[in-house]
């Protein structure tokens, strides 16, 4: 299996960025909204550290899968069927990397507005005073961007269902 991406497939390392972001957000998202309908409890705090922990791990993931795309570019080879099927792909995987940085940069910025100190793995960080008007704010960007993630995966989810069966290009080959 090539490592890098060609003009028609995409390679080991795009494809292994691309389903371990998708299995860790099927796990992330559920687990937010299970979490926070959870009473005040120790076993509830260690379920928001396990939280944390995936959701700054998916941050890491998806900048080093950027920075892995500045130098291996995405697959140009696509068949399009209507005007502007390319630019819609195009903004559809923008929008979603930038829902993702929107959901873990705000969940950061509540944690670290709230007083708390955060272990990003290779050293900890926490501001020096805490701004709780701030931590609500960037708690409800949290949320919504969670609803757009959800919005967008479902059109992307949607995009590849029409092209596999009804434009039948085979799109699922440039990926798995
Ligand atoms: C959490 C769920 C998902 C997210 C966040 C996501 C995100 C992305 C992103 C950002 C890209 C563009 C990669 C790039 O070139 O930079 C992409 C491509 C792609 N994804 Fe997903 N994806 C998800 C789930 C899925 C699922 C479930 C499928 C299959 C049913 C799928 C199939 C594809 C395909 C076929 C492409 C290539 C599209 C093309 O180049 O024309 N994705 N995905
Ligand atoms: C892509 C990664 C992430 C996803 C998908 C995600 C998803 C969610 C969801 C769906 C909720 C429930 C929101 C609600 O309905 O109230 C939530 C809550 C929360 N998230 Fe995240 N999150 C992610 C990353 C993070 C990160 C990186 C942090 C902090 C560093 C964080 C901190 C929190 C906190 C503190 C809560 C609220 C728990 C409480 O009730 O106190 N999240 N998250």
């Known amino acids: 299996m090539q490592v890098f ?99 873990t940069i705000s969940g950061m910025l509540k944690k670290l507005y709230m007083g708390e100190t955060l272990n990003f793995f290779f050293f900890k960080y926490g501001f020096e005073k805490d701004n709780f008007l701030l931590a609500d704010a960037f708690y409800e960007v949290h949320i919504y961007a969670n609803y757009l993630l959800l919005a967008l995966v479902t059109l992307h989810i949607l995009a590849v269902v029409v092209h596999h069966f009804i434009f039948k290009d085979k799109i699922l080959n440039k990926i798995t």
């Open 5 to 103: 991406n060609n003009y028609s497939k995409y390679g080991l390392f795009a494809k292994l960025f691309h389903w371990i972001t998708f299995i860790a957000l099927l796990a992330q998202v559920p687990f937010g909204f299970y979490l926070v309908g959870l009473e005040f409890s120790d076993q509830r705090i260690e379920l928001e550290n396990i939280h944390i922990i995936i959701g700054i791990t998916i941050f890491y993931i998806t900048v080093f899968r950027l920075i892995w795309k500045l130098f291996n570019p995405s697959p140009t080879e696509s068949k399009s069927f209507f005007k502007g099927q390319i630019l819609i792909g195009k903004v559809n995987h923008l929008l979603l990397y930038l829902s993702i940085f929107a959901i």
